[in-house]
């Protein structure tokens, strides 16, 4: 499916390509071949494709005199040179400790939403989530598939700290916070992993397009994990699907 797209100058040496500003795995789909193409292609002069939910930045190693004439080509690639691909997506199941003790928001988002406590786990738990785009912070997760029963406008105030693996709700979105940082969704949850580690080759471990499926373990699961993931004895693999 090949979709209206615009073309902005985005900086000296960036052109912006926006697809249609919306939140679906069909927008998805064809934005992550288009850059599988550009990244693969032999125009060394493009050093870096960035994602988001709905555009793509397309990066240069020198200032682009003709803009005209790149956005030209662009839009030639897109039309004629590639074909959107459902390639096998990776399947992370990720571990969740949905614990009063360590998720400081789940009472009173079950409360305001008028669930119990297990009716969030069962809700959040239960869909494959897509990864859209990775941003925020560095790890930071954006993930689509969010039940419209959990959906809540993020706090009127928001936390000065939340803790790092802490799992939560903003609006109609969940995702995990891989460091302590300040945020203002609703933490329902704590994951034991790390989700970016700047010492490795490859910081983060997930990429766009990945699925994502929450496990929930207890405290008990939860420490554990830790603790081998301190020792480095942890290995999270992902399922093809």
């Not at 039309?79 to 992370?92: M, Y």
């Not at 959990?150 to 916070?177: E, F």
Request: proline content about 7%.
């Amino acid at each position: 499916m090949k979709f209206e797209l615009q073309y902005k100058r985005y900086s000296e040496s960036a052109i912006l390509i926006e697809w249609p500003p919306e939140i679906s795995e069909e927008v998805l789909n064809d934005l992550l071949s288009y850059k599988n193409f550009l990244e693969k292609s032999t125009n060394e002069l493009i050093v870096e494709v960035i994602s988001a939910y709905s555009s793509l930045l397309v990066c240069y190693k020198y200032t682009i005199e003709n803009v005209y004439s790149e956005i030209s080509i662009l839009k030639s690639h897109y039309s004629t040179n590639f074909e959107c691909t459902n390639a096998k997506k990776r399947l992370w199941e990720i571990p969740v400790c949905y614990s009063t003790a360590l998720a400081p928001d789940l009472k009173s988002f079950s409360s305001k939403k008028s669930l119990t406590i297990d009716e969030v786990i069962s809700l959040h738990s239960t869909p494959i989530y897509t990864i859209y785009f990775i941003g925020f912070l560095p790890g930071f997760l954006y993930l689509g598939g969010l039940p419209k029963k959990l959906h809540l406008s993020r706090k009127a105030t928001p936390s000065l700290t939340v803790k790092k693996g802490a799992v939560a709700i903003g609006g109609n979105q969940t995702g995990i916070y891989p460091s302590d940082s300040p945020g203002g969704w609703h933490v329902i949850g704590i994951c034991p992993l790390d989700f970016f580690d700047p010492t490795l080759k490859k910081p983060c471990f997930f990429e766009p397009g990945d699925l994502i499926k929450f496990k929930p373990i207890d405290n008990l699961e939860y420490n554990a994990i830790r603790s081998k993931i301190i020792q480095n004895k942890y290995q999270l693999d992902p399922v093809v699907v």
